[in-house]
């Protein structure tokens, strides 16, 4: 391997939120911490070269995007997706949550419903229902191998009235990355009863071997006017500090909306950073992506084989995209107090607790597993430890 995931890296001066924040949620920092999903990896050294060059401008003042910018984006998604956007499409915003809250003040009212699957990323929830607006829970359903689906029948029965769907393509925290099919029949379902979607493809560059992810609008005309896209370079190459991302949206009125929803609370600059970041991930990053997937589907098939062979107990399931894991703790017939405390207090580490996903996430913890494998086995021995007290 060119790039070296194994190194670890003390991020006590890092202003880690993963690292710093553990004292705030779990009473300690003396954790080892697998819960925000950012990685514990250095990120590609052609980000990290033009970042310096960048610094070294010594000249921080307001940006502007020049064209290649765009262009880096447009490439990057027919390249990695064989989806061709228009760079005229593209919309810049400071993050994947912020864009859909607004998208929810700006094409919404209050207590307009607005449905989303748990379990899912927290702020999916909380975001909407911040806003006052009602939340119709469509819940995944489980299968006997462990593995997740969307429940078309349930959501056919809810979507009544509903204004919004946000989808999670792939999704966090179950791993599944969503197949054409099931995203076509899920669009068809959103047009037939007026619905508009929002597609979080945040995490759309992890995608393990054996699948592809398929962009919601890229499926058709018709969903591409029907759906709005948001994506970044942030998970992908660990860059989430530099807070940046981009919304798709190439129908033209909800494209005028929204960008002016930006300028009226005038956020319409990247940052002097992540400006030259995504550009040189976009341009320059992919041989070091290729790696850092070989690298996290190692860690999974490890995680896997450990707990199969180790901790039985528990249940898991490969995931087909995202660093992380979700795993099933229902075996051990605890509540969740009682295993939150288990895993903190005997286990020493720090994990999202299941619950905290809404429906379905009951007696499951996530584990991120983007980190060097040592940490992924002292987190392993560490769980298993605290089970077999
Ligand atoms: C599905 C999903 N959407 C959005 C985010 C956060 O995105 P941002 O930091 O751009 O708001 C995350 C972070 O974990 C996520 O998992």
């Known amino acids: ?33 697998m819960w925000v999903a950012d990685m514990d990896f250095k990120t590609a050294p052609c980000i990290i070269d033009a970042l310096k060059s960048r610094l070294e401008q010594e000249i921080y003042g307001y940006t502007t995007r020049p064209d290649s910018y ?25 993050g994947v949550i912020p864009t859909i809250s607004l998208i929810i003040q700006e094409m919404t009212n209050k207590n307009d419903k607005i449905m989303i699957q748990e379990p899912v990323y927290s702020p999916f929830n909380s975001v909407v229902k911040d806003n006052e607006r009602e939340l119709v ?11 997740y689906v969307m429940d078309y029948e349930d959501i056919e029965s809810k979507i009544k009235d509903v204004k919004l ?9 179950v791993g599944r990355v969503w197949t054409k099919e099931e995203l076509k029949k899920l669009g068809d379902i959103c047009i037939k009863h007026n619905v508009k979607v929002i597609s979080d493809e945040i995490h759309s560059d992890i995608i393990f071997k054996d699948y592809n992810h398929t962009p919601f609008a890229s499926i058709s005309e018709e969903f591409a006017q029907n ?17 940046m991302s981009y919304v798709i949206l190439p129908n033209t009125d909800d494209y005028k909306a929204l960008d002016f929803a930006f300028a009226r609370i005038d956020i319409r600059r990247n940052n002097a950073f992540s400006l030259v970041a995504t550009e040189a991930a976009y341009n320059h990053g992919e041989d070091w992506l290729e790696e850092l997937l070989e690298y996290l589907e190692g860690n999974m098939d490890f995680a896997i084989n450990y707990i199969k062979e180790n901790i ?29 405390r288990l895993l ?9 607790n299941g619950s905290s996903f809404g429906v379905g996430g009951h007696n499951y913890q996530r584990i991120n597993l983007a980190c060097p494998r040592s940490m992924v086995k002292e987190a392993l021995e560490r769980i298993k430890k605290a089970i077999s007290k």
């Open 70 to 94: 765009n262009e880096s984006i447009v490439n990057w998604i027919s390249k990695r997706y064989n989806w061709n956007i228009k760079s005229e499409w593209l919309i810049y915003s400071p």
């Open 227 to 243: 759906s709005i896209t948001c994506m970044a370079p942030t998970k992908t190459f660990n860059i989430a500090g530099l807070q």
């Open 312 to 340: 039985p107990s528990l249940k898991v399931k490969k995931p087909e995209g995202t660093y992380l894991l979700w795993v099933d703790f229902s075996e051990l017939g605890l509540n969740d107090d009682e295993l939150n």
């Open 137 to 147: 829970i469509s819940p995944l359903k489980k299968l006997e191998d462990g593995s």
């Open 165 to 173: 769907f946000i989808l999670c393509n792939p999704h966090n925290p």
């Open 344 to 352: 903190v207090e005997k286990g020493r580490v720090a994990l999202n």
């Open 1 to 33: 391997m060119k790039f070296n995931f194994d190194e670890v890296i003390d991020r006590s001066n890092n202003f880690s939120a993963k690292w710093l924040e553990m004292d705030k949620k779990y009473g300690t920092n003396e954790l080892l911490p």
